[in-house]
């Protein structure tokens, strides 16, 4: 059974750093397509960024480039989101995703522009709040 576990989030002023993570068990992070999605508030969810270890791609959303970063560790089994230079329009609840059963092809597609019906496996949920 998989089990996808975050931790981290939390409240910080405009401009600074926030780390989330996502432990996941009874699944292989570097071996799986993985991503971090969010939703504001009156909004749909969103894919943040991506990342497929097994072709070493990566994807961001235009409005997070250049400020956040997405990683795993295989050590750790873990996904990371490591988001810095947070905007107020970065405030939202963030989700980390796992794929499964995809095929290579399918991944690559998915890893260009990933969609939460893609994703079957989702952690609990972590809240992001950015204030001016």
């Known amino acids: 059974q998989v089990h996808l576990v975050q931790s981290g989030g939390g409240s910080v002023q405009a401009g600074g750093s926030l780390r989330l993570s996502c432990a996941a068990s009874g699944y292989i992070v570097s071996r799986n397509l993985m991503g971090w999605f969010r939703q504001a508030p009156g909004k749909e969810r969103e894919g943040v960024a991506a990342?497929?270890?097994?072709?070493?791609?990566?994807y961001y959303a235009d409005s997070v480039k250049g400020r956040f970063t997405i990683s795993q560790d295989s050590a750790e089994n873990t996904l990371y989101l490591q988001m810095d230079g947070l905007k107020p329009e970065d405030t939202a609840m963030y989700y980390c995703?796992?794929?499964?059963?995809?095929?290579?092809?399918?991944?690559?597609?998915?890893?260009?522009?990933?969609?939460?019906?893609?994703?079957?496996?989702w952690g609990q949920g972590t809240q992001v709040t950015a204030s001016s």
């Open positions: 995703a796992a794929t499964a059963g995809m095929t290579i092809a399918q991944a690559l597609r998915v890893v260009e522009h990933p969609e939460a019906a893609d994703f079957r496996y």
């Open positions: 990342i497929y270890p097994g072709a070493k791609r990566t």
